[in-house]
Each structure stands twice: as C-alpha cells, then as structure tokens.
C-alpha cells in the first residue's frame, strides 16, 4: 500500500500504509499529490500548537495535484489535469456559504486539519469544486497558490484606497502573501515590519517594499515615513498575542486592523486611549474564497506573481521524517519548503 506520513502525537512523525480511495461518486475527483509546501499551520500541528488538530492524522494542505478520475457529473476537470487545492470543505448550502462566504462556514472542514491531507503517495478522493485547474503552471506553482490566497483574502478584508499606508506585520510566508498584492497596488504605500532582519532585506530586494525593524524604534520609524500619519490599514501575520495586542499603537486615526494570524490566546488592547480615541475597526481573516484561487492562478500565468523566489527549501517525501522539524526553526531561514513527490 502507498505510504502516508502521519503526525501521530506533538512532535512525533509516522509513516503509514493507506489504501488507495475507491473511484470517485458524482461530485468528486480522484487525485495524486504531486508538490506539497510546508505552512506555519502545519509546523504548528506538528508541534501540538494548532487549536483545530486532532491527533493522529495525515497533513497537507497548500498542494499542486493530478487529476486521476472524475465523477460521471464532474465537467470543470478531467483526468491528467493539474490542480491547486482549496482546501477549505464547507456545505454550500448552509446560510454563511449561501451568502457568499463558504471560507468561513460553520461546518468548514479543511483538508489537511480537519480531515486527511494530501501528504501522501496514493490517490485520495476531494470535491470536484475544490479543485482550481492550471495546466500551463508547474506543481511548484499550484502548491503555492492557497497560501497566496490567505494573503490575498486579507488583503481584499483590509480594503486599501488610493493615498494610504499599508503596514504588514510579520514577514512570513502570510505577510509575504499579502505583500505581494499589496505591491501590485497604485497609489498605495506599503511597509513591512518583523524582527529579523534577514526577512526585512528579503523584502524590499525581492518585492521593492521598504521594512522597519521591530527594535524598539519601530513606532517612530513608521511616524518618519508616513508623515506622522501612521498607517491607515495594518495586517497582523504574527499569531503573536503581544503583537496583535499592541499593532493597535500604529495605526492611523480611522484605520482598520486585519488579523490574519491566528493565537489561541486571549487577547488584551488598550480600548479607551487607543481603539476608541482613533475610533479603529477590527478584523478577522479566514481562509479564503473560490474566486481568490482563480484570480491568483490568472496572475501567476500573466508573471504578475513570480513563486520561485519564495521556494528557499526543497526536500523528497522520504526526507519528511528526518527534515521536517528543521522548519519549525527560524534560523533554518525558510521562506517556503516544499515537499517534492518525484
């Protein structure tokens, strides 16, 4: 039987057998993993520090798959197709999803957290819609896009205008994601702020955008380069509770902050001087939608969007015991690992 990798408990790896899934009914598809990135969600289920997994089970999320077969009533995709997964399985009927926002439906079950994922060598079985074809992008490419898309989905919560600042916070592969959007903005100004400098050189050489190191000086560098304004839209990528109960401090009077981090923690703001004074809104960011996979693949094929900067880090299926917990170290100074199945 093909082998699966499996997080048994916190910080333990397994490799399993799993059986190949039986043809696919009406409304699924058959598919094979071909290229799988490594996201902060799964170093977070690996390490027991994820509030939505449950031990054990077979991660994988952000993949580039094949198409094996189709359900009989399935006509977007057929077989040899390569796909981006959307991971997010809501109920389309349920009134969230009926109202245009399936990423955060009750009922969501996502692929690689909630159920089994992809990090596996057999086929296994997806709804049919959650598969975005792109045959003329690599696997590389279409392992990429779900991460692009949580960058995007924020993005498009936080609504930049003409003539603001936009602040990311945390540099990751996230606040990476949302850079890239941010960057294909006119007349929006953009910065980036995170605590290591590597990934603050990492942005302005790669995507043009200007960083401030969160060295203490941070609010007064960001009050030099917007006036004394401070920014209008701030997006926290941290899943930090100490940054995201203070990423308040620079936002403009009127402006919005996006959460696109995730924190178990409870979370404490100063509300009268700060939240109330600048009279801010507060956002959450979940996952993304179906359009959002669409438009980012039409991007990536019109070389608006280049992913091979972001690949730092490459290893084999076989690797995956022995090379994963690596990643969960910042210093190994990954921007994006991905997992190659050949």
Excluded at 297 to 321: A, M, N, Q, S, Y
Aim: with cysteine; charged share 20%.
């Amino acid at each position: 039987m093909p082998a699966a990798i499996e997080f048994t408990e916190p910080k333990k790896i397994t490799v399993i057998d799993t059986p190949d899934e039986p043809a696919p009914g009406p409304g699924e598809a058959l598919v094979r993993t071909h290229r799988m990135g490594i996201c902060g969600t799964d170093l977070s289920c690996y390490l027991g520090k994820f509030p939505f997994f449950a031990y054990p089970r077979t991660p994988g999320h952000e993949l580039g798959l094949e198409v094996v077969a189709v359900g009989e009533d399935v006509t977007h995709i057929k077989p040899g197709d390569r796909c981006s997964l959307e991971p997010y399985v809501n109920n389309p009927d349920s009134p969230v999803s009926q109202k245009g926002a399936s990423n955060c439906c009750p009922e969501v079950q996502v692929i690689g957290v909630h159920k089994p994922g992809g990090l596996r060598r057999g086929t296994f079985l997806v709804p049919a819609r959650k598969l975005h074809p792109g045959n003329d992008l690599s696997y590389d490419q279409l392992a990429l896009v779900e991460t692009l898309a949580i960058g995007y989905h924020a993005v498009q919560r936080g609504k930049p205008q003409l003539g603001e600042t936009v602040l990311v916070i945390g540099a990751g592969p996230i606040g990476l994601a949302c850079l890239e959007f941010l960057r294909l903005m006119d007349g929006v100004q953009v910065l980036v702020m995170d605590m290591v400098q590597g990934r603050l050189d990492f942005c302005r050489e790669q995507l043009g955008i200007d960083g401030i190191l969160a060295d203490g000086s941070q609010l007064a560098a960001l009050g030099e380069k917007t006036g004394g304004q401070l920014a209008d839209v701030i997006i926290d990528a941290t899943g930090s509770p100490k940054s995201m109960s203070t990423c308040f401090d620079y936002a403009a009077f009127t402006g919005r902050v996006v959460y696109v981090g995730i924190t178990t923690s409870d979370l404490q703001f100063p509300h009268a001087p700060v939240f109330h004074r600048r009279e801010l809104t507060l956002l959450a960011s979940r996952n993304a939608l179906p359009a959002d996979f669409d438009h980012i693949i039409g991007l990536i094929r019109e070389g608006k969007i280049d992913t091979d900067k972001w690949i730092t880090h490459r290893i084999g299926f076989d690797e995956v015991p022995e090379q994963f917990e690596k990643f969960t170290d910042p210093a190994t100074g990954a921007i994006k690992a991905i997992i190659d199945f050949s």
